[in-house]
């Protein structure tokens, strides 16, 4: 299948478009590479580093030479360009495919839907990153067996969505489909959630009148434990804004386990507290082995 | 100062008595080593490897023959033995330094006072561990640069107290004092919390209806947290139940920043969420620069 991507706009050029513009032009998937955004830095730097051809600050002009059209900023800055980007392109069935990287689906959904929707929009997520953020730190290989989440919808053009497909798999990840709702519910659980429990416990102990001893005893175990506590706090603002439904349902899951725990422990229940950790380490086991087998070292 | 210390009795030749034998014999320390236990099999495995020089399987001929001796047993069992040891050496002035390695301090000092008390025992805690267990993974340079704490109590003996600190300062750890009661919250705090609270999650995923697609998309940042929820149930059963009282207060307190958190997220306080994961990051990144510092890489 011969799929026309003569010119791909990236808006958003830090580790994740930039990746993507690498690993597209690594994999010959089209012609042309154009940077979008409002920061010329990033974009000038783009183009020295050869990631970009080149570079537009102009919503409009960005549109009408995309072919697809990628949104890879931050999570709520990705809302606001699918309504502008809708508002542009109306309901031209000749217009760019439209697609993002952010970790949340549903906001963006939203936002279509009160935009009155484009049937050329996929919405997609790439379960990849890394601790260096920036043009700079953009590689070729970083999708190379990571996920990539596609949410397509039922009224979504099915062309587009083959484009987008293709788009990513040229990157040399796996490629999935699946539900808004499902996905906003993996990610909060999977992912969301892990963040907010790692930053309530490091602000807990912090705040804590022991905080110096608790930080000076402890150890590698909490280390990793509280890895992701590191992560940007405006991302993961911005995330638990865009994701507040499915993260809240998965904090007062995870809640109720605790308080369930907190009781066995309370009434001194050993019973209780060895078939629960018995139970959730044959599970944490059984996903170690299997993310060992997709040798996804970091994601 | 000459220190007399010719035999070292070690009760559970596991991964933590194991390497400290190990790591005494290197030192010079002692004379002897001598295991002490119920299980024969790891007992003889470690005459064979040269961990230890004999062994008994009678408790009164192990008390008899040590000069210090180290309970590097289980949790529950550690107090188990506590009391025994007490009931043998009565309040002799002269009997044998008593200490232990277990992971809670509380419920052995309850449990030497239920006994009568005992002036040479010094409850201790070498904070570090490995991924494997068994007197075949002992390793002579398992505390090197780690955090021993010592407990003494007013009324320790200052000879048994200054034995015990030579012992572990032997073996390369850093050796620091605490009282009982901060030990236990400390250690709750950056411990056994985080070993509830990944318990806690990996359960709550693995019984969700989503449990399938949940495993199959959780990533890397998945996998550091919740590695401790692989860690053996029946150890952190014991602690859960020997810790109770700190553990109560350490969940309760992480509940307490957890429905902070969860409020802003209902109510999309973007400033609030803003403010706490910057403060959780900063108090982290701290953290984790001192852990590099102390170049103590897995403990």
């Known amino acids: 299948m011969l799929l026309p991507s003569k010119t791909v706009v990236i808006a958003g050029l830090g580790l994740i478009g930039g990746s993507l513009a690498k690993a597209l032009r690594r994999a010959g998937f089209c012609d042309e590479l154009v940077g979008f955004g409002h920061r010329e830095g990033s974009l000038l730097r783009g183009v020295e580093l050869g990631v970009i051809d080149s570079y537009t600050l102009d919503l409009a002009e960005a549109v009408g030479r995309a072919d697809i059209f990628?949104?890879?900023?931050?999570?709520?800055?990705?809302?606001?360009?699918?309504?502008?980007?809708?508002?542009?392109?109306?309901d031209r069935r000749d217009g760019p495919v439209i697609t993002d990287a952010a970790s949340v689906k549903g906001?963006?959904?939203?936002?279509?839907n009160a935009a009155g929707?484009?049937?050329?929009?996929?919405?997609?997520?790439?379960?990849?990153?890394s601790e260096r953020s920036g043009v700079d730190a953009a590689?070729?290989?970083?999708y190379i067996n990571h996920r990539v989440i596609l949410t397509p919808e039922p009224?979504?053009?099915?062309?587009?969505?083959a484009l987008v497909r293709a788009m990513?798999?040229?990157?040399g990840a796996d490629v999935v489909d699946m539900s808004v709702a499902d996905h906003d519910a993996v990610l909060a659980a999977t992912s969301h959630l892990p963040h907010v429990l790692a930053y309530a416990l490091v602000d807990a102990l912090a705040q804590s009148d022991a905080s110096d001893d608790i930080f000076r005893f402890a150890a590698g175990g909490f280390r990793d434990f509280t890895r992701i506590a590191s992560s940007d706090p405006v991302m993961w603002r911005d995330i638990a804004?865009?994701?507040?439904?499915?993260?809240?349902g998965a904090v007062d899951e995870f809640s109720q386990h605790l308080v369930l725990l907190r009781d066995a422990i309370d009434v001194g229940d050993s019973e209780r507290l060895h078939e629960i950790f018995t139970r959730a380490k044959q599970a944490r086991d059984g996903f170690a082995d299997r993310?060992?087998?997709?040798?996804?070292?970091?994601?």
Chains 1, 2 share one sequence.
């Open 168 to 171: 990513w798999s040229a990157t």
């Open 117 to 129: 929707g484009y049937s050329r929009l996929v919405l997609g997520h790439p379960i990849a990153g």
């Open 70 to 90: 990628v949104i890879a900023t931050p999570t709520l800055v990705a809302a606001e360009l699918v309504t502008d980007l809708i508002a542009l392109v109306g």
């Open 139 to 142: 590689n070729a290989d970083l």
């Open 107 to 112: 906001n963006l959904q939203r936002a279509a």
């Open 155 to 161: 009224d979504s053009d099915a062309g587009a969505v």
């Open 241 to 248: 804004v865009a994701n507040r439904e499915a993260l809240l």
């Open 291 to 299: 993310l060992a087998t997709r040798s996804e070292p970091d994601a």
